[in-house]
């Protein structure tokens, strides 16, 4: 007997010191994973507010931007309409006036006022490009005042007729038709612009949420490793009371030790109930709803013993 109680004493130490070293070892790994889970919340939070900051620049800055350049095109194509349906009325209204004309036209046909400064533009050119005699140059210049003088007689035969003011009317129209058109060009640009850039902004939401995803799984994944390492621990922890507990001399004085059991199971209920509220804590955070002060805290510190 006397030889048998030396051994086990070595085998108490021994057994002592490797419930220790399980202990240590299991707290390191626990711990370990725990600072993992903060540094994956914290990532979270990183690309939440990237997130918010992607979907303010794509709703406030350019979809607001883009909704301004469309209204100004549909106002500019409703007045594109409205002048071409003038032009279309103007130049009706001058085909119905040049009917009779047309029926009543004289054999000398008189020349519009710009066929008249074509052919003086041409002769003019000719003075200058070509090497005429005074007499070829002298009867150019006559005919550049006759045709001068059929200008004159043309306006002043037309500036008060009715085709001639149609004329100008078309004219005008077409005029403030052609910077319409170049207007619709500039700001549909601008349009387009800024949709390509709303879109991108989109497309790198889209992406973060993916990445808000994978890491949520990993958050996950590793929460429930850590807690696997955590029950381990507190089993571990219990074997290592139960043996020191054996090895205290028996005082007479001394009070009751609360049981363990009790303890462990408060300790147990306690921890259900932090899981509990962390899985609904992480399942607000994935729906991307707002958490309250004790959910963030609990997700930040619930690996605190």
Request: glycine share 0%.
């Given at each position: 007997m006397s030889r048998e109680r030396p051994h086990n004493a070595q085998t108490s130490r021994t057994s002592f010191r490797d419930l220790q070293s399980q202990i240590e070892d299991l707290r390191q790994k626990r711990d370990e994973l725990n600072q993992k889970t903060k540094q994956f919340i914290n990532d979270l939070q990183d690309i939440e507010v990237e997130i918010a900051n992607s979907l303010k620049i794509a709703k406030e800055q350019y979809k607001k931007k883009r909704d301004y350049w469309n209204n100004k095109v549909k106002q500019l194509k409703e007045k594109k309409i409205e002048y071409k349906t003038l032009l279309d009325n103007l130049i009706e209204e001058k085909n119905t006036l040049q009917k009779p004309e047309a029926k009543n036209k004289d054999k000398k046909q008189i020349l519009s006022m710009k066929q008249i400064e074509r052919k003086i533009d041409n002769l003019e050119r000719r003075i200058e490009t070509e090497?005429?005699?005074?007499?070829?140059?002298?009867?150019?210049?006559d005919k550049i005042r006759e045709l001068a003088e059929a200008k004159q007689e043309f306006l002043s035969?037309?500036?008060?007729?009715?085709?001639?003011?149609?004329?100008?009317?078309?004219?005008?129209?077409?005029?403030?038709?052609?910077?319409?058109?170049?207007?619709?060009?500039?700001?549909?640009?601008?349009?387009?612009?800024?949709?390509?850039?709303?879109?991108?902004?989109?497309?790198?939401?889209?992406?973060?949420?993916?990445?808000?995803?994978?890491?949520?799984?990993?958050?996950?994944?590793?929460?429930?490793?850590?807690?696997?390492?955590?029950?381990?621990?507190?089993?571990?922890?219990?074997?290592?009371?139960?043996?020191?507990?054996?090895?205290?001399?028996?005082?007479?004085?001394?009070?009751?030790?609360?049981?363990?059991?009790?303890?462990?199971?408060?300790?147990?209920?306690?921890?259900?109930?932090?899981?509990?509220?962390?899985?609904?804590?992480?399942?607000?955070?994935?729906?991307?709803?707002?958490?309250?002060?004790?959910?963030?805290?609990?997700?930040?510190?619930?690996?605190?013993?």
């Amino acid at each position: 007997m006397s030889r048998e109680r030396p051994h086990n004493a070595q085998t108490s130490r021994t057994s002592f010191r490797d419930l220790q070293s399980q202990i240590e070892d299991l707290r390191q790994k626990r711990d370990e994973l725990n600072q993992k889970t903060k540094q994956f919340i914290n990532d979270l939070q990183d690309i939440e507010v990237e997130i918010a900051n992607s979907l303010k620049i794509a709703k406030e800055q350019y979809k607001k931007k883009r909704d301004y350049w469309n209204n100004k095109v549909k106002q500019l194509k409703e007045k594109k309409i409205e002048y071409k349906t003038l032009l279309d009325n103007l130049i009706e209204e001058k085909n119905t006036l040049q009917k009779p004309e047309a029926k009543n036209k004289d054999k000398k046909q008189i020349l519009s006022m710009k066929q008249i400064e074509r052919k003086i533009d041409n002769l003019e050119r000719r003075i200058e490009t070509e090497k005429l005699d005074i007499t070829e140059e002298n009867t150019i210049i006559d005919k550049i005042r006759e045709l001068a003088e059929a200008k004159q007689e043309f306006l002043s035969e037309h500036k008060n007729s009715d085709i001639f003011k149609i004329e100008r009317k078309i004219e005008i129209v077409k005029i403030n038709l052609n910077k319409i058109y170049e207007q619709l060009n500039k700001w549909s640009d601008k349009s387009q612009e800024n949709h390509a850039k709303m879109l991108q902004e989109f497309q790198n939401v889209d992406k973060l949420k993916e990445d808000k995803k994978k890491l949520e799984e990993e958050l996950i994944e590793n929460k429930k490793t850590a807690d696997r390492y955590h029950e381990q621990y507190l089993k571990v922890m219990n074997q290592r009371k139960k043996s020191y507990k054996g090895k205290k001399p028996y005082r007479h004085n001394q009070k009751p030790a609360p049981k363990f059991t009790q303890v462990s199971k408060k300790n147990e209920m306690i921890e259900k109930i932090k899981q509990d509220k962390l899985a609904t804590a992480l399942e607000k955070q994935k729906a991307g709803k707002k958490l309250n002060l004790f959910e963030a805290r609990l997700i930040l510190e619930q690996s605190k013993e």
